[in-house]
């Protein structure tokens, strides 16, 4: 009876434990084989169960609704790229700081931050007693030219009489012809003495002519004759003289008069020079030498825009006074800005670019893709603080998206390489901590572990895992990836 009861006892034990290790058999049995993840570049075979498992087949409506876009790979040149940290500034050549020329009082201030400004605009006036000086003394010596001016002209027609009247003489022509032909011309006190000389010489040939008809009848002794003749010849030689000296001293006037003038011109330039230096750089683009709009308010001056553009900054308002170069306005033209990078010694000579090369820049402020900007200069010195040499590009803010002191990132292309597989990096997924890309088999889709390389602008380099021909998808690839991970539990 014992017997019985200890074999039906250790029949039930056994059952008991084949049935907690089935059950137990069971749970830590999986239901089919783990997911693989095709790490060669040879193609399986289609009766291949683990490469079957991991080929993902999607209907074309769900193919659409994924949005797989594929590309065939292939050799190309990848442009490796460096990003460099910089900033917006202002274009030199469309930022104008305007300062006042000398002491004096804003008068009046016409704008404001934030207005836009045409060149020539009126700004702001001020009064300079120095200004005022400055245009007074102008104006003397413009009085002063015109009047040496008029000198000479009056020299120049003196003399220019004086010769008319020589030839006539010399022609031996009738004092009265003279006088009528001569008529309006200016002579001067110097051509009038020689016309008296010339007179007398006439008269005195008169007499020595009539002495001749005289002198042979007896009538006049010949003493007498002789006295006359000689008187004759004297005028004669004191008309000579006279010419002589006439020339001389016109001439001479008229160049003591052209030497007035340039004296006085002298007296003008200084005068201006004077100005200009005064205004600075307002002389080019202000009233300049212009005395004043109201030559009774000498001491004026209208401060007008140098640039077309926006006013950035305005710092004194009306009835302030201010001194010599104070700052009155920022003006500058947004329509075209600087990107400064920072080119550190590691970069100068990875960073291949010159004057006129394109390069990217972007910036976190602004949700716009990166920009071209054309470079303008690359530094030759190198800041003590950083270390770094400014490489400057020119962008266009047409736009006015940007604003001078933001921070952006500009990207320059560095080195290529040459003959290599290069896929988007939207290709690459991550499958169980390697990288991997769905490439087109079978009328399906199967991951396929890469060997990553350099990365450039988007691109990345695949240096094992693809060959060329083969068919990536380069977009919807997260899709198969989650569909590859649902089929992996199930």
């Known amino acids: 009876m014992n017997s019985k009861v200890i074999i039906y006892a250790l029949c039930a034990l056994v059952s008991i434990g084949l049935g907690a290790w089935l059950i137990y058999a069971s749970i830590r049995s999986p239901s089919k084989p783990p997911l693989q993840v095709d790490a060669s570049a040879d193609s399986p075979t289609p009766t291949d169960s683990a490469t079957l498992a991991d080929t993902i087949q999607l209907t074309a409506e769900e193919l659409k609704a994924a949005g797989?876009?594929?590309?065939?790979?292939?050799?190309?040149?990848?442009?490796?790229?460096?990003?460099?940290?910089?900033?917006?500034?202002?274009?030199?050549?469309?930022?104008v700081s305007v300062r006042t020329p000398s002491e004096g009082v804003l008068e009046t201030v016409l704008v404001k931050s934030g207005d836009s400004v045409v060149v020539g605009q009126p700004l702001?006036?001020?009064?300079?007693?120095?200004?005022?000086?400055?245009?007074?003394?102008?104006?003397?010596?413009?009085?002063?030219l015109t009047l040496a001016e008029k000198s000479l002209q009056w020299e120049a027609d003196i003399q220019v009489g004086v010769e008319q009247l020589i030839g006539l003489i010399r022609a031996a022509v009738p004092v009265g012809l003279i006088k009528e032909t001569l008529?309006?011309?200016?002579?001067?006190?110097?051509?009038?003495?020689?016309?008296t000389q010339y007179s007398k010489s006439e008269l005195a040939n008169k007499i020595a002519r009539s002495l001749d008809s005289v002198g042979e009848s007896g009538a006049i002794s010949g003493r007498v004759v002789q006295e006359r003749l000689s008187q004759q010849q004297q005028a004669q030689a004191e008309?000579?003289?006279?010419?002589?000296?006439?020339?001389?001293?016109?001439?001479?006037?008229?160049?003591?008069?052209?030497?007035?003038?340039?004296?006085?011109?002298?007296?003008?330039?200084?005068?201006?020079?004077?100005?200009?230096?005064?205004l600075g750089s307002t002389a080019n683009f202000n009233d300049g030498l212009d005395v004043s709009p109201n030559a009774q308010d000498l001491s004026m001056l209208t401060i007008r825009a140098p640039i077309t553009g926006t006013v950035e900054r305005r710092v004194f308002s009306a009835t302030e006074?201010?001194?010599?170069?104070?700052?009155?306005?920022?003006?500058?033209?947004?329509?075209?800005?600087?990107?400064?990078?920072?080119?550190?010694?590691?970069?100068?000579?990875?960073?291949?670019?010159?004057?006129?090369?394109?390069?990217?820049?972007?910036?976190?402020?602004?949700?716009?893709?990166?920009?071209?900007?054309?470079?303008?200069?690359?530094?030759?010195?190198?800041?003590?603080?950083?270390?770094?040499?400014?490489?400057?590009?020119?962008?266009?803010n047409l736009e006015g998206r940007y604003r001078p002191g933001l921070f952006a990132r500009v990207t320059a292309p560095?080195?290529?390489?040459?003959?290599?597989?290069?896929?988007?990096?939207?290709?690459?997924?991550?499958?169980?901590?390697?990288?991997?890309?769905?490439?087109?088999?079978?009328?399906?889709?199967?991951?396929?572990?890469?060997?990553?390389?350099?990365?450039?602008?988007?691109r990345v380099e695949i240096r094992n895992g693809l060959e060329v021909g083969q068919s990536v998808v380069i977009a919807g690839a997260f899709t198969l990836k989650s569909e590859l991970l649902l089929e992996g539990e199930e």
């Open 239 to 278: 008309l000579e003289a006279s010419i002589e000296q006439t020339r001389f001293q016109t001439k001479q006037s008229m160049d003591r008069a052209a030497a007035v003038v340039e004296a006085a011109k002298r007296d003008v330039q200084i005068a201006q020079h004077s100005l200009s230096t005064l």
């Open 68 to 95: 797989i876009r594929t590309q065939t790979v292939k050799r190309q040149t990848l442009q490796l790229t460096r990003t460099l940290p910089a900033r917006f500034k202002y274009d030199d050549a469309r930022h």
């Open 414 to 458: 560095t080195t290529a390489i040459d003959e290599a597989i290069a896929i988007p990096e939207s290709a690459l997924v991550d499958l169980d901590g390697r990288e991997a890309v769905f490439v087109e088999r079978y009328e399906g889709f199967q991951a396929v572990a890469v060997e990553v390389g350099q990365r450039s602008d988007g």
């Open 124 to 144: 702001a006036t001020i009064r300079s007693p120095a200004l005022g000086d400055a245009r007074s003394r102008i104006l003397s010596s413009e009085t002063n």
């Open 321 to 396: 006074r201010v001194t010599p170069q104070s700052e009155l306005f920022v003006i500058a033209d947004t329509s075209t800005l600087w990107v400064e990078a920072d080119l550190r010694s590691r970069d100068w000579e990875a960073i291949t670019v010159a004057n006129g090369d394109t390069v990217m820049v972007a910036t976190p402020s602004v949700d716009a893709p990166p920009q071209p900007a054309i470079v303008y200069a690359i530094g030759r010195e190198a800041n003590p603080a950083s270390g770094a040499i400014p490489l400057i590009a020119k962008i266009s």
């Open 183 to 195: 008529r309006g011309k200016t002579l001067g006190n110097l051509g009038g003495q020689l016309l």
